[in-house]
């Protein structure tokens, strides 16, 4: 029974991976395309895009789901170098990179033979700042 349980939150850790890693690719496409450069427009980005964003990718991580027990997913987080402390999708702007990091933490493991503190598992993508796309051409060609 034992080998059993541990199998099963091995799994559950792997399924959650898996799902961080679509979740982040998900907020950082889309805070890419739909956030803005000016600064005057950092508002929104921060009062609407960011928050709807979050609200996607946490439903899709399983918070507030009947996923977040199997899962073990908790809305506290225990400090590390370099993760956020609460779960969601957090952005930094700098001046020619935006890094996106969605995080997720799980409850510590009691099981006879092995405890954890929890997992705080974090994915970190750097997206450049939005442009206009400019058409690839091989040097040397002309279009």
Request: hydrophobic share 45%.
């Amino acid at each position: 029974m034992f080998f059993l349980f541990a199998f099963a939150k091995v799994f559950a850790l792997l399924i959650l991976m898996q799902k961080l890693e679509i979740a982040s690719f998900y907020a950082a496409r889309r805070w890419q395309l739909e956030s803005h450069r000016n600064a005057i427009h950092e508002g929104w980005d921060e009062g609407t895009l960011r928050p709807h964003i979050q609200e996607r990718v946490l439903t899709y991580l399983g918070y507030g789901t009947p996923a977040a027990k199997f899962l073990d997913l908790v809305d506290f987080c225990r400090q590390t170098a370099n993760c956020p402390s609460k779960p969601g999708v957090t952005v930094q702007r700098t001046q020619v990179w935006n890094v996106v990091t969605v995080t997720a933490c799980t409850k510590p493991l009691q099981m006879p033979f092995y405890k954890t503190t929890g997992f705080v598992v974090c994915s970190t993508k750097y997206v450049p700042n939005r442009d206009r796309p400019i058409a690839f051409v091989l040097p040397g060609i002309s279009p």
